[in-house]
């Protein structure tokens, strides 16, 4: 079943496009009429869904007609043309098979690689060792980045990737903290405030491991809990995302 796109140029000035239908409970049935995103900043992105090759033709020369004469917008020839659904991306996401028995011509909305790559690299930044931000200064920032990106790609199948991040993001917050306390005595009075006993204190405070294996390990898991970093003001990804 080939996708039929089109993708312009011109900046949004007073043009209001309204989006018809998108998807159906995550998934997306291509049931073959025009669909128009509704994130448009810079470029308008109409696609069309079609049955056959020969169909996508006969319409995408219409529509081409269309926007041509009567709208008199300018199309990008490059970016435009017939695209089947697993090599159709669009704004950030594209679309994989849902690998379940009676879903044939179905496809699930998953996010571009590229755009969750940048999401965990603006995340890595944030969460930098080096940068001068108290914690609570460090944790708005994340939650305001979260927040933004996760309601964006709410539409995708994402929960699995959410889970994984998750952790790799508390540890990134656990050796953040670990560095901060810097010297070994510190160290150890705030794993005695933190409920450890003097003796596990005092070896921990010592350990040779590095911060990110530290922050991997029974030293800040069973002290810097999730718990914790909640009262601290971070927000869970997989929470968020469930609500």
Known sequence: MPVLYFLDTFHQRNLKIRFYKILSKYRFPFPGHLHISPLMTRSHIPSNTVKSKMSAKRVGNSIFKFLRDKLRLPINREKSGIRKPLSFQVLGFGFVPPYKKGEKGKYQLVV????????????????????????????????????????????????????????????????????????????????????????????????????????????????????????????????????
């Open 112 to 243: 571009k690689p590229s755009k969750w790559k940048e999401f965990k690299a603006k995340l890595k930044y944030l969460t930098k060792k080096t940068i001068p931000a108290s914690f609570e200064e460090r944790v708005d920032r994340i939650n305001l980045l979260i927040r933004g990106r996760i309601n964006y790609f709410r539409p995708a199948s994402i929960q699995a990737k959410l889970k994984k991040l998750e952790e790799w993001l508390r540890n990134r917050l656990r050796y953040c903290i670990w560095h901060h306390w810097k010297k070994p005595e510190r160290k150890r009075k705030n794993l005695i405030r933190l409920g450890i006993d003097q003796d596990h204190a005092y070896a921990w405070s010592r350990t040779r491991m590095g911060g990110w294996a530290v922050a991997q390990s029974p030293i800040l898991r069973t002290t810097i809990t999730i718990k914790r970093l909640k009262r601290k003001g971070y927000v869970s990804l997989i929470e968020y995302y469930k609500r």
